[in-house]
Each structure stands twice: as structure tokens, then as C-alpha cells.
């Protein structure tokens, strides 16, 4: 009780709420235009909260996750292209219900799925993180090894829509990883006598280069072709908040189901909401009565995708809380900031700072709430921002990355590294390869090295990974992981070499 009232004190202070609030606005921005993630938002946050005492900045970068997960509705609905990847499925209903003369109901629909299913997910959040986190503290340098190889080919088997690619980019980020300073001795490594990577990348510069600047380049490719300035919608929007919210909570089960979806996917590490929204839409119309109307404007498409989508913040905490393994990109940059502040991420992150694990608790309430009441008040404001063209777009966005990466180490060379990093991202985007692994494995890799040296440091007898349950389980998993991932690509080649010799 103590932890959670000093927390509390924190997050509910009048400064911290005021920073939460322009936070929730601005996730609710950048996810509202289309192309531009709930990553790259978060990513340009982090430089602002190195000057943040540790809660503080986590609450905000909370407060943004929460609003993206909800502004990639806007475009979703009213444009049919979703905001962010995990909008993809609330498309299907929500945009036909906007043709259908509604595209109020469909955004209210969208905000009230995706505040309950936040809601829900922190529920979980509160219960599961604890008991999880106090039966990891018994684990071993091997079990933490098992751990991360576990969940390096989760990210491989779930991410993109090759297993080999999925594996490629995830070494290509272990890659990454060992170059630099030896973590263990302290000696150089890797640096092939270049003195610009004598210090290694720094996180914070690969997950811009990675994510904002390939993005970006992408988008410059078709800039004079393509704008966002279209208008959304000619017809007044209107919002009948209290009927809308008796209507989403008319479906528990869809609803409940769907959040519970999400939450199970956010903690599996490299999942995330573009797959929740996805099986949680499929799991609804699979339950549904009447599957023949998902597709047509029903409102039952639109709940199962905010919700399953929404929840998975809540739930890619679960990991990162009581394992010190993000559950996505989003989850590592939390974690980088964590990390940044001197704060050791890990089974012991509850015990050692109950006060700032409550709080993150409350954040994530708090920021449900300020997302709620932010899309219900200026929702029409809001839609003027995705009217903003590309050409106006990326070169302020490139600004703040290139800024953000100077201000970690006020380095020079470090901008070389971006423009590096960033080429790399732009050629493995342009090669069909997922980022995700490639990212995950940057931060992922010293941990497993780290503890695989350990483990060996500790008895050079390697037989112990097998010896010891827990190691092996989470080992088995692992090959039965890429196994079915294996299984599941030579299963739909085979579908479709039928299809076509049948045609």
C-alpha cells in the first residue's frame, strides 16, 4: 500500500497529468496519419523524458502508447487506410459503416472498444505481473538464456510473412548487438578498426534508423503522387457517446474475449496489436451468429479490433514488468528508458521499485481515461491533422529524429550511425524483411549473451540447459515454435499449389 500511494503521488501530480495529456494528444496525432506508427511516435517521445524524473517520463510514454493504439481508428474509419498496422482489421467494418452514412458511430465505437479493452488489459496487467515476477526471480542465468532464445523465435515465427526472413532479421540484430564494448571484459570487439563503432550503436539510434528513417524514406519515394491532404469526410461527425458506450458494453463476451486476445498476443515478445486486431477479429466473426454481416458495417467487427488491439498494451507489459523482455518494439523503448534513468529491468524491477510499477499501473488507467476524454471532445480537430500532406509531414518528422539521436550522447557521429542504420531499415523494408526481429534482437542479444556467459562462468557444464526443467521447456518450446511456423508455410504452399493446379 505504501509503494502504490507513493506512486500514486507521483502520476497524479498536476505536472505529471498535464505532460500525460499532451501525450495522449499526441499519440492520438501521429497514429491518426497514415503511415506513421505508434513506434515512431514513441521513439520521438524519448528524448523528452531523459530530463523527467523515471515515473513521470514512463507515465507520458504511456500516455502516448494508449492514445496511438486509438488514433489509428481515425483513418481506419473514415479513409478505409489504417493509421497504424494495428488498425488493420477495424478497416473491414468501420470504414463501411462510414459509407453507410455513420462514420460518427464507427469512431465511438472504436474509442469506447479500445478504452474498455485498455481497462481490461491493466486489470490483468495488476493480477499477472506480481505472482510472475516473484517466480522469476528463482530463475538462473540458464533459464534466462532458454528465456530469450524462446522468444527470439517467437518473434521469427510471428512477425512478417517469412520464416527465414522473420530468423534473418533477428540475427542481423544480434549482429548489431556484439558490436562495441565487450559487456562481460570491457574490451572493444567487433569494430573492425573503425573508430565510429568503437562505442556500438546506441539503442536509441537503431530503433530511429529502423523504424522512423525507413519509413520515411519510403514515404519520399512517392511524396509528389501521393498527399494526406484529402478530406476524411464531407458530412457533419456525430457523436452519441452514452448510446455508444450502452452498445459496446452490450457485448461482454465479444468483448472480454477480444481484450483477453490481446492481452495473450502483447505478451507474447514480437507480437502485438497488428496480430491481435487481426485474431481478434477472426475469433469474433468465427463466434458470431451471423458471420455473413462482418465485412458490411458490423458493429461487432469494429468492437473485436479495438478492443484486441488496445489490450495488448497492457498486456506487453506483463513481460517487460516481471521478466525484463519487451513485448514489442514499443515495450523496448520503455524498457531503453528504464534504462536510461539507472533502473535495472528484471525480475526484480517489482521488488526493488514496487512505488514505480504501481505507478505504471495507474498511468495506464489514467492515460485510458485521458484518451477517452480527449477523442470524445476534439475528434473534429483531430481529423484536420490527417489532412496534413507528406511533404509537409517528413521533414519535420526527420528533424526531431535526427535531434533526438544528437541529444542522447551529444554525439556527431552518432548521426552517421543513423544515416547508416536507417539505409540498412529502408533496404530490408524494400526486401520484404520484418524490423521487428531486427530490433528485438539489438536488445534482446546482450541479455542473452550476458547470461549464456554467465551460466557457463557459473559451471562450464553446458548439458545443464538441458538437465535443468524450466531450461529445457522453454528449449523445447523453442524448436516446437520454429517447428510450427515450419509446419504452417510448407501447410499453405501446398494449399495453394492445389488451388493452382485445380484452376
Not at 532464445?149 to 532479421?169: C, D, E, K
Not at 570491457?186 to 528513417?213: N, S, T, Y
Not at 498511468?363 to 471532445?377: E, F, Q
Request: hydrophobic share 55%; aromatic share 6%.
Amino acid at each position: 500500500m505504501d509503494a502504490f500511494l507513493l506512486g500514486a503521488s507521483q502520476v497524479l501530480s498536476l505536472s505529471t497529468l498535464a505532460m500525460m495529456l499532451l501525450g495522449a494528444i499526441a499519440g492520438i496525432i501521429a497514429a491518426a496519419i497514415p503511415g506513421f506508427t505508434v513506434t515512431m511516435a514513441i521513439v520521438l517521445t524519448l528524448p523528452l523524458t531523459f530530463t523527467m524524473d523515471p515515473l513521470q517520463g514512463i507515465a507520458v510514454m504511456l500516455s502516448v502508447y494508449v492514445g496511438g493504439y486509438t488514433g489509428g481508428l481515425i483513418s481506419a474509419a473514415l479513409l478505409g487506410i489504417p493509421g497504424t498496422p494495428s488498425s488493420v482489421a477495424t478497416t473491414f467494418d468501420a470504414f463501411p459503416m462510414s459509407r453507410n452514412g455513420e462514420p460518427g458511430r464507427a469512431l465511438s465505437l472504436g474509442v469506447w472498444a479500445s478504452f474498455f479493452g485498455t481497462i481490461i488489459s491493466t486489470a490483468v496487467l495488476i493480477v499477472a505481473a506480481p505472482p510472475l515476477a516473484i517466480f522469476a526471480v528463482r530463475l538462473g542465468p540458464w533459464e534466462y538464456f532458454s528465456l530469450i532464445v524462446f522468444a527470439l523465435t517467437i518473434v521469427a515465427s510471428l512477425v512478417g510473412h517469412s520464416l527465414q526472413r522473420g530468423l534473418i532479421a533477428a540475427l542481423i540484430g544480434l549482429v548489431i548487438a556484439t558490436i562495441g564494448t565487450d559487456p562481460m571484459m570491457g574490451r572493444p570487439r567487433f569494430d573492425m578498426g573503425f573508430e565510429l563503432l568503437a562505442a556500438g550503436l546506441p539503442f536509441l539510434v537503431v530503433l530511429i534508423g529502423i523504424f522512423a528513417i525507413s519509413q520515411l524514406a519510403s514515404e519520399v519515394e512517392d511524396v509528389n503522387a501521393i498527399k494526406t491532404g484529402e478530406r476524411l469526410v464531407t458530412s457533419d461527425i456525430e457523436f452519441r457517446t452514452w448510446s455508444v458506450m450502452r452498445e459496446v458494453l452490450m457485448r461482454p463476451v465479444n468483448l472480454i474475449r477480444s481484450s483477453l486476445i490481446g492481452v495473450g498476443i502483447g505478451a507474447l515478445p514480437g507480437a502485438g496489436g497488428s496480430i491481435a486486431n487481426l485474431v481478434a477479429y477472426d475469433q469474433a466473426r468465427r463466434s458470431s451468429k451471423t458471420p455473413e454481416k462482418f465485412g458490411t458495417g458490423t458493429p461487432d467487427g469494429v468492437v473485436a479490433s479495438e478492443a484486441g488491439n488496445s489490450a495488448t498494451a497492457g498486456g506487453g507489459l506483463i513481460p517487460l514488468i516481471a521478466l525484463g523482455i519487451p513485448g514489442s518494439a514499443v515495450d523496448a523503448i520503455l524498457m531503453a528508458s528504464l534504462m536510461v534513468h539507472g533502473i535495472s529491468v528484471g525480475p526484480r524491477l517489482i521488488l526493488d521499485n514496487a512505488d514505480l510499477v504501481y505507478g505504471m499501473f495507474l498511468a495506464m488507467a489514467v492515460s485510458s481515461l485521458m484518451m477517452l476524454a480527449v477523442c470524445l471532445v476534439s475528434m473534429r480537430l483531430f481529423l484536420r491533422v490527417a489532412e496534413v500532406p507528406k511533404w509537409a509531414v517528413v521533414p519535420i518528422v526527420l528533424v526531431c529524429c535526427v535531434v533526438g539521436s544528437f541529444a542522447l550522447n551529444n554525439r556527431v557521429t552518432d548521426l552517421y550511425l543513423l544515416a547508416a542504420v536507417g539505409l540498412l531499415g529502408y533496404a530490408l523494408k524494400a526486401l520484404d524483411y520484418p524490423l521487428a526481429p531486427l530490433v528485438l534482437g539489438v536488445i534482446l542479444g546482450p541479455i542473452a549473451e550476458t547470461n549464456l556467459r554467465r551460466a557457463l562462468m557459473t559451471d562450464n557444464d553446458w548439458t545443464l540447459f538441458l538437465t535443468r526443467p524450466i531450461s529445457l521447456l522453454l528449449l523445447v518450446a523453442a524448436v516446437l515454435s520454429v517447428g510450427w511456423a515450419i509446419w504452417t508455410v510448407l501447410k499453405s504452399r501446398k494449399h495453394a499449389t492445389k488451388l493452382k493446379d485445380s484452376s
